[in-house]
């Protein structure tokens, strides 16, 4: 039974990763969802960020997440205010599906955290996997890609800790600035090496 921490800079593909990763037959269990499911509407989640940035965050009965992003990634202090709300959630959430996951006999689960090194998580973890792009791609995916403004998406990026610093903290780097099918070929080298397979 190993837990496996994979993560990656914004935009860097980390996405496409993990959806391999479930093809191979890893369980995967995302933070990212996780930090939907914490504050939907009715969750303690959602009553504390409206707390503590008020009901103008709110459009038509849920948290407008583009919008108290765009608060968040231009605020340091904002940011360090929501992430004391979200991320103890988020942590409880995903400890309790990795715990169902080993319940129901999962040799290797996977959770997909972006914040990983940010947040000190390192240690939970067999081993880290990091899906690296160059910083200039991670812009070029944002912008492009997901349509967000430059500047925006620089402070999106700037907001995490560099990319290169977390590629030499991993245990295991998967070079995402290729095709989808050099990315494949990466992912299942490891996989193989992970499972024994």
Same mark, same amino acid.
């Given at each position: 039974m190993k837990l496996i921490g994979l993560t990656g800079g914004v935009?860097?593909?980390k996405s496409t990763v993990a959806e391999i990763l479930r093809e191979l037959g890893a369980t995967v269990i995302d933070a990212d969802e996780a930090a939907h499911a914490v504050?939907?509407?009715? #969750?303690?989640?959602?009553?504390a960020v409206v707390r503590e940035f008020g009901s103008g965050f709110v459009r038509e009965g849920v948290i407008d997440r583009r919008l108290l992003g765009g608060l968040v990634f231009a605020d340091e202090e904002a940011r360090q205010r929501l992430n004391a709300i979200v991320h103890?959630?988020?942590r409880d959430w995903m400890a309790?599906? #990795?715990?169902? &996951?080993f319940d129901r006999g999962a040799e290797i689960v996977v959770q997909d955290v972006p914040l990983l090194y940010e947040s000190g998580l390192e240690g939970l973890f067999s081993s880290v996997v990091l899906v690296w792009t160059p910083p200039e791609l991670q812009l070029e995916r944002l912008v492009r890609?997901?349509?967000?403004?430059a500047e925006r998406a620089r &402070?999106?990026? &700037? &907001?995490q800790m560099p990319i290169d610093e977390k590629r030499m903290r991993s245990h295991h780097v998967i070079d995402n600035s290729g095709t989808v099918e050099e990315t494949r070929r990466q992912v299942e080298e490891m996989w193989a090496q992970m499972s024994g397979r």
């Open positions: 935009g860097s593909g504050y939907e509407p009715g #969750t303690p989640g959602f009553d103890p959630l988020v309790h599906r #990795t715990l169902e &996951a890609g997901r349509g967000v403004p &402070a999106m990026i &700037a &907001a």
